[in-house]
């Protein structure tokens, strides 16, 4: 079983940065693929961005194309921590942010919410215009 706890949200505003952590507890997160959804009120989950499990030193990475260019996902293994960098805020990226965790092989898999095991409870993000 896997613990994920999401920080790091809060107000800011257009044209700011933010960085989302996502910690876990339970087990190392090196085994899994990871990644960001988020949910804007009255809308559907949506996928965010993926990072793909220990690979040796290679990570593959993927991105929505609406926070492509401005978001980042990273991973410290050491630290059982997942990242999203988030540049560039619009109020559009105004959304609860959730971090999942997932067995699945390959990236393009990690962007579809059923390729995930366990998931965290959210953290608010609110972009100011």
């Known amino acids: 079983q896997v613990q994920l706890v999401e920080s790091g949200g809060g107000l800011v505003q257009a044209g700011g940065s933010l960085r989302l952590s996502c910690a876990a507890s339970?087990?190392?997160?090196?085994?899994?693929?990871m990644g960001w959804f988020r949910q804007a009120p009255g809308k559907e989950r949506e996928f965010v961005a993926a990072?793909?499990?220990?690979?040796?030193?290679?990570?593959?990475?993927e991105y929505a194309g609406s926070v492509k260019g401005r978001f980042t996902i990273s991973r410290d293994n050491a630290k059982n921590t997942a990242y999203l960098q988030m540049n560039s805020l619009k109020p559009e990226d105004t959304a609860v942010y959730y971090c999942?965790?997932?067995?699945?092989?390959?990236?393009?898999?990690?962007?579809?919410?059923?390729?995930?095991?366990?998931w965290g409870q959210g953290t608010q993000v609110t972009v100011s215009s």
């Open positions: 990072i793909s499990r220990s690979g040796g030193s290679t990570y593959y990475v």
């Open positions: 339970g087990r190392t997160l090196s085994s899994y693929g």
């Open positions: 999942a965790a997932g067995f699945a092989h390959g990236i393009e898999v990690l962007t579809t919410e059923g390729a995930y095991n366990y």
